[in-house]
């Protein structure tokens, strides 16, 4: 059956000092307690190392939030899959609409990134998501599907079952906009389904699919008890161990 699985995403915020306290941190407020979920923390590169020594890495998994999407050699500021994996961290965060919309990553790009992190044993939380016109146009279920579509289903079904989703509407990341429960369920069952159309039911009904996009405390809850969203993809939340354990046990 499919993890629940709560993951901060820190994005380009701590230094090092600053983050290594944050996940000692949670560590602390983790020990001898029952959560109901996985619990990920996405950091800046040059935290991985560090935050990988600094927590029980059976309690917390440590995700990159990117990798290069070439394996080694002369890309000056890159960091290859390879390096991320022998950091000890387990995930990385692939496909975030702030690498696709700042960045310029396209669906090809991202095709070579998921290949490499899966080559390298990490498991990728594919983000993917519209923006408010798409949503607004109505074009939302076309834009995701086309997102799953173009960088994952070249996958072999025994790779894709390694990937977990993260569905987060653009018009709701650090927006404080976020998307109803009832708008999250509707998307995440029809992506489930599309996911079902392409690798069967087994693999839909096994994969992660987690909401980002303004998710905290007071609406953690009710956008987890939908049926298909399986846990979040957390921002500004996960910046403090005050924020972050109240949608851990949300659960
Ligand atoms: O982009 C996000 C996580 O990847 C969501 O960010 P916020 O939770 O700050 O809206």
């Known amino acids: 059956m499919r993890k629940n699985i709560v993951a901060g995403n820190w994005k380009m ?8 306290e944050l996940a000692k941190e949670l560590n602390e407020a983790l020990k001898n307690k029952t ?41 000056t500021g890159e960091v290859s899959a390879a390096m991320v994996a022998s950091t000890g961290a387990k995930y990385v965060i692939l496909g975030h609409s702030e690498r696709r919309a700042y960045y310029h990553e396209t669906p090809e ?17 594919f983000c993917i998501g519209e923006v408010l016109e798409e949503r607004e146009a109505n074009k939302h279920f076309e834009v995701v599907k086309s997102q ?23 018009w709701a990341i650090g ?25 069967g039911q087994e693999i839909a009904d096994n994969t992660s699919i987690l909401y980002g996009g303004s998710a905290n405390a007071g609406n953690a809850k009710e956008l987890f008890s939908n049926p298909d969203v399986d846990g979040g993809l957390i921002g500004g939340a ?14």
């Open 35 to 75: 959560v109901n979920c996985d619990v990920v923390i996405g950091t800046p590169f040059i935290h991985l190392a560090s935050v990988v020594n600094s927590v029980d890495t059976t309690r917390i998994g440590v995700a990159a939030q990117n990798c290069a999407d070439k394996e080694s050699g002369a890309y």
């Open 238 to 251: 996960s910046l403090g161990v005050d924020k972050f354990m109240p949608i851990i046990e949300a659960f």
């Open 148 to 170: 799953v579509e173009e960088s994952l289903f070249e996958l072999s079904p025994e790779d894709f079952s390694k990937i977990v989703l993260a569905y987060e509407p653009v």
């Open 175 to 199: 927006t404080g906009k976020t998307a109803t429960a009832d708008q999250a369920q509707e998307i995440h069952a029809f992506i489930r389904k599309t996911l079902a159309e392409k690798y």
């Open 13 to 20: 915020n701590k230094n090092l000092q600053e983050g290594v």
């Open 109 to 125: 790009l991202l095709k070579e990134k998921v290949k490499l992190a899966l080559a390298n044993g990490l498991t990728p939380i």
